[in-house]
């Protein structure tokens, strides 16, 4: 054998022997590999998890906040609306206010005419109209009288004559009251004092006789 043949079989002996030690070798280093690359996708699926959960907790703090500005937009709404309810109750309290101070104003003055009305209507009953020289008295004291009644209506102060009329105690005083033949029960049979509203309001019930069964 030549000394060419010993080196050779040397040399294949030799890389023979170290094949199984490259392998071992490429093994590990697959391993770490295969473990850093696990690791990493581990750390990156945990920091994906971290942002979402971030996220997620920012959403929760905006929905929050939405709700919380929503509520307190409702609040307000409902305030305004409210405000708005009370102050058109002011303004029409206030309009009633002054459209009851325009009617009844007078209420006072009216009701002091009324007396001299009553002493112009009783000047008329006591005076003797078949005497003729009570003639121009009487037409004079009747313009007068007609005179003030047209005010007065004008004013909105209405005459309560209720004679034939059935009894309301809330317009009528019965004064007494009396049976009357043919005449039905609660009746007013007799106007001792007329009476007078204003505007609706009753400034003076009529003074009355009463009819009974």
């Excluded at 023979?16 to 696990?38: F, G, R």
């Excluded at 459209?99 to 008329?124: H, T």
């Excluded at 009288?145 to 102060?157: A, C, E, H, P, R």
């Amino acid at each position: 054998m030549t000394k060419e043949s010993n080196n050779h079989s040397e040399e294949t002996v030799k890389q023979q022997a170290e094949k199984p030690e490259n392998a071992e070798s490429e093994a590990v280093t697959e391993d770490v590999v295969a473990s850093e690359q696990e690791s990493a996708t581990q750390d990156s699926v945990e920091q994906v998890v971290e942002e979402l959960s971030q996220e997620q907790q920012k959403i929760a703090d905006l929905e929050q906040k939405l709700a919380a500005a929503q509520a307190t937009i409702d609040g307000q709404k409902d305030s305004v609306i409210r405000a708005k309810a009370e102050v058109d109750n002011i303004r029409r309290r206030s309009a009633q206010d002054v459209e009851k101070a325009k009617k009844f104003a007078l209420e006072k003055f009216a009701g002091e005419l009324l007396v001299v009305v009553d002493n112009l209507e009783r000047g008329l009953e006591n005076i003797d109209r078949e005497d003729e020289s009570n003639k121009a008295m009487l037409e004079g004291i009747e313009l007068t009288l007609q005179s003030f009644l047209t005010t007065l209506d004008k004013f909105g102060v209405n005459v309560v004559d209720p004679k034939d009329q059935p009894f309301n105690p809330e317009l009528h005083q019965a004064m007494s009251i009396q049976e009357v033949e043919g005449v039905e029960p609660n009746t007013v049979i007799a106007v001792m004092q007329k009476g007078y509203e204003l505007n609706g309001r009753l400034l003076r019930p009529a003074m009355v006789m009463v009819s009974k069964a």
